[in-house]
């Protein structure tokens, strides 16, 4: 973004710094801290934090305006302190969100395994994509209700923990999203970052690796804008003193076979057992080898990957996702019965009442499998919520039975909809009827990496 005009008198009101705004003028460090504490003090009327915002979305923030926002919003409410101990071994990993992405509930524990320590704050359903809280939730007893001083004993204890966001952690971030969702003031990328990084920063990280998606299932569609959000997200990051790199990362397709919420629990636990799909695997190792090459455990970010294997391959990662989920609250049994890799987990799991197959109405070869498509129609069986206060129903979903280059048949089953409504209800087949591209040619360009590029 063009550096915006900053030699210019400061505002010392609300309308002042909407005016600025609106002029397309950089606002400075005091102002913005200002216009956060009014944000926290509720000292704002709404109809001036809505105009505030839309100038903002529209005449955008720099860099150095992005900071201090970032900043301000971060000193908004608790910064999260932990051990000396600890210090340099702190990290964590966001993603901008996905279509059957559960990374975080194989990869917190793998990286706990390692030694580090993974204070993860993570979110809900946002719009058609699946929240990771959600999903643990489907594990009967799992809370995600912690404070820094419990979520410091569990660390202690085990490495890692996913807990959602408590009212101290960032109030100023809880407060503009609120009104950013009804003012068309989401998409930003100076309030889109602000929001993430203040959330990560308030946990006081040393390292932190960054997710940014791109494609039909991403919130950000295009490459150039996912690069330029990452960019923008590792530049505050730094700036706020937490080693950060971002992976910009293919989001067409959805990630391993499953989607929705306790589908996606179970293979997430077929992958600590070393058994998930190999797209998973392949995404958790290159976000975790980054992280943990830079965190300096390792000399190259191959052999990082080669430890997490081993983590995986020796058992010890799937202790710490046990253990963590005892520690959130899951009874020694269930959490027995969930990693064992003998016992069923449907035994405790919630599961639909039906699994009905889609059949492929072509012969030929997979193209894609269009994530946006399977996500809305994995949300109209229940699995994701349209309004704050929706029931999630656990057990529903898809499991897709073919990868991109495969060969189909007609008449093969290419998901199982995993349903409680006696059929499948007619608006999720009409969703699904353009889900599956089939063609005759066989794709000859299939990477086994969803990795677009590296941004540090
Ligand atoms: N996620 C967040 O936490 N904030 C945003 O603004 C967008 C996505």
């Known amino acids: 973004m063009a550096a915006t005009p900053r030699n210019v008198p400061k505002a010392i009101s609300i309308l002042d710094l909407i005016v600025k705004k609106r002029h397309g003028l950089a606002l400075g460090k005091e102002e913005i801290e200002y216009f956060v504490q009014g944000v926290v003090d509720d000292a704002i009327a709404k109809e001036q934090l809505g105009s505030m915002l839309m100038a903002t979305v529209l005449k955008g923030l720099d860099d150095f305006e992005t900071t201090c926002l970032t900043r301000a919003m971060m000193n908004s409410g608790e910064v999260m302190s932990w051990p000396e101990s600890w210090r340099g071994r702190i990290v964590d990993k966001h993603s901008t969100g996905g279509v059957g992405d559960k990374i975080s509930l194989v990869l917190a524990p793998i990286l706990a395994s390692c030694g580090m320590k993974v204070p993860m704050v993570s979110g809900r359903g946002l719009g058609h994509t699946g929240g990771t809280l959600d999903k643990l939730e489907s594990i009967?007893?799992?809370?995600?209700?912690?404070?820094?001083?419990?979520m410091t004993k569990i660390l202690e204890d085990v490495g890692c923990c996913i807990v959602g966001q408590t009212d101290k952690l960032v109030p100023a971030d809880k407060k503009l999203y609120a009104t950013r969702d009804v003012t068309g003031t989401v998409e930003s990328v100076g309030l889109i970052s602000s929001s993430i990084v203040s959330k990560k920063a308030a946990e006081n990280l040393d390292y932190l690796i960054l997710d940014v998606k791109?494609?039909?299932?991403?919130?950000?569609?295009?490459?150039?804008?996912?690069?330029?959000?990452?960019?923008?997200?590792?530049?505050?990051?730094?700036?706020?003193?937490?080693?950060?790199?971002?992976?910009?990362?293919?989001?067409?397709?959805?990630?391993?076979?499953?989607?929705?919420?306790?589908?996606?629990?179970?293979?997430?636990?077929?992958?600590?057992?070393?058994?998930?799909?190999?797209?998973?695997?392949?995404?958790?190792?290159?976000?975790?080898?980054?992280?943990?090459?830079?965190?300096?455990?390792?000399?190259?970010?191959?052999?990082?990957?080669?430890?997490?294997?081993?983590?995986?391959?020796?058992?010890?990662?799937?202790?710490?996702?046990?253990?963590?989920?005892?520690?959130?609250?899951?009874?020694?049994?269930?959490?027995?019965?969930?990693?064992?890799?003998?016992?069923?987990?449907?035994?405790?799991?919630?599961?639909?009442?039906?699994?009905?197959?889609?059949?492929?109405?072509?012969?030929?070869?997979?193209?894609?499998?269009?994530?946006?498509?399977?996500?809305?129609?994995?949300?109209?069986?229940?699995?994701?919520?349209?309004?704050?206060?929706?029931?999630?129903?656990?057990?529903v979903g898809l499991m897709l039975q073919v990868c991109v280059g495969d060969a189909i048949d007609q008449g093969e089953v290419w998901a199982n909809v995993h349903h409680n409504s006696d059929t499948i209800p007619p608006e999720v087949l009409t969703v699904l009827e353009n889900a599956l591209v089939v063609q005759d040619q066989k794709l000859t360009n299939i990477s086994g990496s969803r990795v677009i590029k590296v941004i540090t």
Request: proline share 3%; charged share 20%; glycine share 12%.
């Open 214 to 395: 791109c494609g039909k299932g991403a919130t950000t569609n295009s490459e150039k804008d996912a690069l330029v959000l990452g960019s923008r997200m590792v530049n505050i990051a730094k700036g706020l003193g937490i080693n950060t790199v971002a992976l910009l990362t293919e989001m067409n397709n959805p990630i391993g076979q499953a989607i929705g919420n306790s589908l996606e629990v179970a293979e997430s636990i077929q992958c600590l057992h070393g058994k998930g799909p190999s797209d998973v695997m392949n995404l958790v190792y290159q976000l975790g080898g980054h992280l943990l090459f830079r965190a300096g455990l390792t000399e190259t970010v191959e052999e990082s990957y080669s430890l997490m294997e081993a983590r995986v391959r020796d058992g010890t990662a799937m202790d710490c996702f046990r253990r963590m989920v005892v520690a959130q609250g899951a009874s020694d049994d269930v959490a027995k019965q969930l990693c064992d890799p003998e016992a069923d987990v449907w035994t405790i799991l919630p599961k639909s009442k039906h699994v009905t197959g889609l059949k492929s109405t072509n012969k030929g070869f997979v193209h894609e499998i269009d994530s946006k498509l399977c996500a809305i129609a994995s949300g109209k069986l229940g699995a994701g919520r349209s309004k704050s206060g929706d029931v999630i129903q656990f057990g």
């Open 140 to 150: 009967p007893g799992f809370s995600v209700a912690f404070n820094t001083a419990a």
